[in-house]
């Protein structure tokens, strides 16, 4: 007889992974990188910095549910490191990939304005900052050659791109479910009393492991700065 799923088990080795093992070697590729850093451009220097705070600050995030009732938390920090997981590999396949990434940036701000804008037209709000927001985002757009107007990448088509895009299907679509208040999540899942505990610890294990892939693809990335 295969032995009963231990949740408590299951949870302090989540717990250590999120607390002590994961943040420790995150803290040493940070190190690794600013001895490095010259190596490379600042902006892309500055992006994968930035990535592996995310990680870090993601990590941090699942960790705080572990003591919780949090399913749906815990999903969607999960699904967080999925995604972050993905970029890593996308903007270390090629520095045209990081650099796409590197612009997202200034097409996702446009995306904000755009959003906000139309949230206070529907609420009858004086649109006072659009005009001066998108003069600012021009400006910028003009310096990097880019227009914010243009589609930003997908993450579903970044991970079909390097490799992964059925493993980032699957993984998404099963994460989302409990992220998300889907139908089966408001009317069965989250009713189902003791049974919540071990489905949100095998949650968190799914987060767990996608810490560690993001950690072995920023790896790759710091190291091979490193080696130039």
């Not at 659009?130 to 003009?142: C, F, L, T």
């Not at 895009?165 to 479910?177: H, P, R």
């Not at 049974?195 to 968190?204: E, P, S």
Request: a negative charge; aromatic letters at 8%.
């Amino acid at each position: 007889m295969p032995d009963e799923y231990d949740v408590h088990r299951e949870t302090e080795f989540n717990r250590e992974k999120l607390q002590a093992a994961i943040p420790r070697r995150l803290d040493e590729l940070i190190n690794i990188l600013a001895t490095h850093q010259e190596r490379v451009d600042a902006w892309y220097a500055d992006l994968v910095y930035k990535v592996v705070l995310s990680v870090k600050r993601v990590c941090s995030d699942l960790l705080a549910t572990i003591d919780h009732e949090a399913l749906a938390a815990a999903a969607w920090n999960a699904r967080n490191l999925l995604e972050l997981w993905v970029w890593t590999k996308y903007c270390g396949s090629s520095r045209e990939n990081a650099r796409r990434f590197h612009e997202d940036a200034l097409r996702d701000i446009e995306g904000l304005v755009t959003a906000l804008s139309k949230l206070h037209s529907l609420r009858g709000i004086p649109n006072n900052f659009e005009d001066s927001a998108r003069q600012g985002i021009a400006k910028v757009a003009q310096r990097l050659g880019v227009d914010p107007e243009s589609g930003f990448q997908r993450v579903a088509n970044a991970a079909t791109s390097v490799g992964v895009g059925d493993f980032y299907s699957a993984n998404n679509t099963f994460l989302s479910k409990f992220a998300h208040p889907t139908a089966g999540l408001v009317i069965g899942i989250m009713h189902q009393g003791d049974m919540l505990r071990g489905l949100q610890a095998t949650l968190t294990t799914d987060g767990v492991y996608l810490a560690g892939q993001c950690v072995i693809a920023l790896e790759g990335v710091i190291l091979g700065i490193a080696a130039r």
